[in-house]
């Protein structure tokens, strides 16, 4: 499977970015996915999850409240809605698929990556 992350970019503290993570190779609607996101200097962190239908959702505590994560099974697409960014958030964000239909917190549990993308908030 290929997953192609797009829509990062700069903006400033506040400000919203929506994150898109485009599948192509496989059908991933039986499949839960997540973002993960890596800041300069330190580990990759889950950031949010989804099931295979979209039902249920799992957000990072440092996250929640201001990112939505949804998918489009019908496009193969998932999307990670971010408002109210903060500094903070500045890292790569990768889009992930799980081996598993639920909804998945750890990065083991992913074995399909994007490229990652940019996002820069400044303050």
């Known amino acids: 499977v290929q997953l192609q992350a797009s829509g990062g970019g700069l903006v400033q503290a506040g400000g919203s970015l929506r994150l898109s993570c485009a599948a192509s190779?496989?059908?991933?609607?039986?499949?839960?996915m997540g973002w993960f996101r890596q800041a300069p200097g330190k580990e990759r962190e889950f950031v949010a999850a989804i099931n295979w239908d979209g039902g249920y959702t799992s957000y990072a505590d440092s996250v929640k409240g201001r990112f939505t994560m949804t998918r489009d099974n019908a496009k193969n697409t998932m999307y990670l809605q971010m408002n109210s960014l903060k500094p903070e958030d500045t890292a790569v964000y990768y889009c992930?698929?799980?081996?598993?239909?639920?909804?998945?917190?750890?990065?083991?549990?992913?074995?399909?990556w994007g490229q990652g993308t940019q996002v820069t908030v400044s303050s």
């Open positions: 992930a698929v799980s081996r598993v239909g639920g909804v998945s917190v750890v990065a083991d549990e992913y074995n399909g």
């Open positions: 190779g496989r059908t991933l609607s039986d499949y839960g």
